[in-house]
Nanobody
Framework: QVQLVESGGGLVQPGGSLRLSCTAS????????MGWHRQAPGKQRELVAG???????MYGDSVKGRFTISRDNAKNTVHLQMDSLNPEDTAVYYC????????????????WGQGTLVTVST
């Protein structure tokens, strides 16, 4: 069984930085794309950033220039470096993985992590 486990959330002051990590556990053969979404209270979930197995990246407009996504394919891990955080970045951040194939030949279209809370406040 494949699971996504997130870490790195917490409380940070405006202007500060945080680094989120997400690791896919299980007997994984390949993962097409991994990324991060977030959901603030009362708002819809939105894309933050994504990265393909080939290293192509994409970012939501609100985080461009401040957040950086990276991926370690050998470790099935994706990181999100968040700089210049502001209160509007406060949300639960969810890791997701798309088109996962295991060494046993099982496949998953999409998986989500449990979410990690990021709070930007004084």
């Amino acid at each position: 069984q494949v699971q996504l486990v997130e870490s790195g959330g917490g409380l940070v002051q405006p202007g500060g930085s945080l680094r989120l990590s997400c690791t896919a556990s299980g007997s994984i053969f390949s993962i097409n794309a991994m990324g991060w979404h977030r959901q603030a209270p009362g708002k819809q979930r939105e894309l933050v950033a994504g990265v393909t197995s080939g290293g192509s990246t994409m970012y939501g407009d609100s985080v461009k220039g401040r957040f950086t996504i990276s991926r370690d394919n050998a470790k099935n891990t994706v990181h999100l470096q968040m700089d210049s955080l502001n209160p509007e970045d406060t949300a639960v951040y969810y890791c997701n993985a798309v088109r996962i194939t295991t060494t046993q030949g099982d496949s998953y279209l999409e998986l989500w992590g449990q979410g990690t809370l990021v709070t930007v406040s004084t």
